[in-house]
């Protein structure tokens, strides 16, 4: 079963401070080493690279090399499949943010929710779990509850 790594795991994975950390590791280091089958997005990356470096959003937030380089790491696993949507993504987005009335952040939910769907993805990781709940096509595990 394929399941999308949404931006928080990582977060957690790598936030010392984090009551998630050990068990969000755990997660990431399962993908590395391709027991779980995982997939990530670009998207995912940037988000994880804007939360660990901002002082703002993490209570230690790493210097921006460091946190490319994490993501370069994590880019270039080969264990860890990587997902893009498609050109017609941007088609079913508006189509669900006119449906769902999604507003501001909740368009980056969607871009992720219809990027799994597109790739046939069953599950997505995440602590969020109502901000994924509206697209009926994927599973939302929180695996931390």
Request: with cysteine.
């Amino acid at each position: 079963m394929k399941t999308l790594l949404d931006t928080n795991i990582l977060v957690h994975a790598y936030n010392k401070s984090s009551p998630h950390q050990e068990q969000a590791s755990k997660i990431l280091k399962k993908a590395m080493q391709g027991e779980i089958q995982a997939c990530l997005t670009p998207q995912v990356l940037y988000e994880f690279f804007a939360v660990v470096t901002s002082a703002k959003r993490v209570e230690h937030p790493i210097s921006s090399t460091e946190a490319a380089n994490l993501c370069l790491d994590l880019w270039e696993c080969n264990e860890i499949e990587k997902l893009n949507p498609s050109p017609r993504a941007p088609l079913e987005v508006f189509k669900f943010v006119e449906e769902l009335n999604l507003s501001k952040a909740e368009i980056f939910d969607c871009v992720l929710a219809v990027t799994a769907k597109e790739n046939k993805i069953d599950n997505i990781f995440t602590e969020n779990i109502a901000d994924f709940k509206p697209f009926k096509f994927i599973k939302v595990v929180n695996p931390f509850a």
